[in-house]
């Protein structure tokens, strides 16, 4: 489990605060299927591994200086001081319930998703309001099981090691809000991120550092240390610009994180990948790990000669 410095302590709930717009980390963690829970394993046994969840996520949030400010049956509201505070307690609570002995169903473990975000809140009898509060709920909403979601904002305010762990996979309109707000993934398990802490991170690094190039007809474009990150779609401020009827304004994006490369697809109809020896992948709103050499298709599989394809080469520098 990733597990980063969080900054000064401060208690949410400071009584000189009390009335007053201060800013403070949001964060709803939810089961997910607690119905199917309740359906499977009966009322009793259900109910009890939920309260375990809670138990969990209470916890690890007020082990980081922070307050439960509700729970909601399967769900629970919380804040946090800090940007990182928030990620290390989300961090632990998907770490802990992920392996709980306790909290398994048909040998599978139970799943929790959670949403954050960092911003001005109200405090008020011992609750927070405020649209940086709706704005975490909807975090939780757009994550899926096993997933931390947060967002552009909270990720400004994080540590440089927690910042290298998070990684963008949306654009989302907040509903009564209208506008587009970035979402990020919080890689949280300890083989994604353990090597993006000091020190271990150099001695993880391959010798040899890479680079991925990428040819449409005749143009060609690299991704490497110093150009990290294309995207890739039909509008014109897309580094590729891609026509067609199935592709998004904004299809995909390319970087490079830890000398990997990744492709993000953030599309309405997903993206194929074929590489040379014949494997296909298909991606949609997920990513995906590019190696070797292949063909890239957007919204539709790639063909040879076509216009449309992309074709990639990883090789190294």
């Given at each position: 489990m990733a597990e980063f410095a969080s900054g000064p302590k401060a208690l949410a709930y400071n009584p000189q605060n009390m009335g007053k717009d201060i800013e403070l980390a949001i964060l709803f963690a939810d089961v997910v299927g607690s119905t199917r829970l309740y359906d499977t394993m009966g009322d009793m046994r259900a109910r009890d591994m939920v309260?375990?969840?809670?138990?969990?996520?209470?916890?690890?949030?007020?082990?980081?200086?922070?307050?439960?400010?509700?729970?909601?049956?399967?769900?629970?509201?919380?804040?946090?001081?800090?940007?990182?505070?928030?990620?290390?307690?989300?961090?632990?609570?998907?770490?802990q319930i992920s392996t709980h002995a306790q909290l398994k169903v048909d040998g599978q473990p139970v799943a929790i998703r959670i949403g954050c975000h960092f911003g001005p809140v109200m405090l008020e009898n011992r609750d927070v309001f405020g649209a940086a509060v709706?704005?975490?709920?909807?975090?939780?909403?757009?994550?899926?099981?096993?997933?931390?979601?947060?967002?552009?904002?909270?990720?400004?305010?994080?540590?440089?090691e927690w910042r290298a762990s998070c990684r963008q996979i949306d654009v989302a309109t907040l509903k009564g809000q209208g506008s587009e707000v970035v979402l990020y993934e919080v890689l949280w398990q300890t083989e994604d991120v353990t090597s993006m802490v000091p020190g271990i991170a150099a001695d993880a690094r391959p010798a040899h550092p890479l680079r991925l190039r990428l040819r449409m007809e005749d143009r060609e474009l690299l991704v490497d240390e110093r150009h990290a990150s294309v995207t890739i779609g039909r509008a014109e401020d897309n580094d590729v610009v891609v026509k067609g009827n199935l592709i998004s304004r904004l299809h995909a994006r390319i970087e490079i994180s830890r000398n990997k490369f990744v492709?993000?697809?953030?599309?309405?109809?997903?993206?194929?990948?074929?590489?040379?020896?014949?494997?296909?992948?298909?991606?949609?709103?997920?990513?995906?790990?590019?190696?070797?050499?292949?063909?890239?298709?957007?919204?539709?599989?790639?063909?040879?000669?076509?216009?449309?394809?992309?074709?990639?080469?990883?090789?190294e520098v």
């Open positions: 309260a375990t969840c809670i138990d969990v996520m209470r916890s690890a949030t007020e082990q980081r200086q922070g307050t439960v400010i509700k729970t909601m049956g399967d769900e629970v509201m919380a804040t946090v001081p800090t940007a990182d505070a928030a990620l290390n307690a989300a961090a632990q609570m998907q770490q709706h704005t975490a709920n909807r975090m939780t909403s757009q994550a899926k099981a096993g997933q931390i979601v947060t967002t552009a904002a909270t990720v400004e305010k994080l540590s440089p492709l993000v697809d953030q599309s309405t109809n997903g993206t194929f990948v074929q590489t040379a020896d014949g494997e296909e992948a298909f991606v949609r709103r997920d990513s995906l790990q590019l190696k070797g050499h292949g063909m890239i298709g957007l919204g539709r599989l790639p063909e040879q000669g076509s216009p449309q394809t992309i074709r990639f080469n990883c090789e």
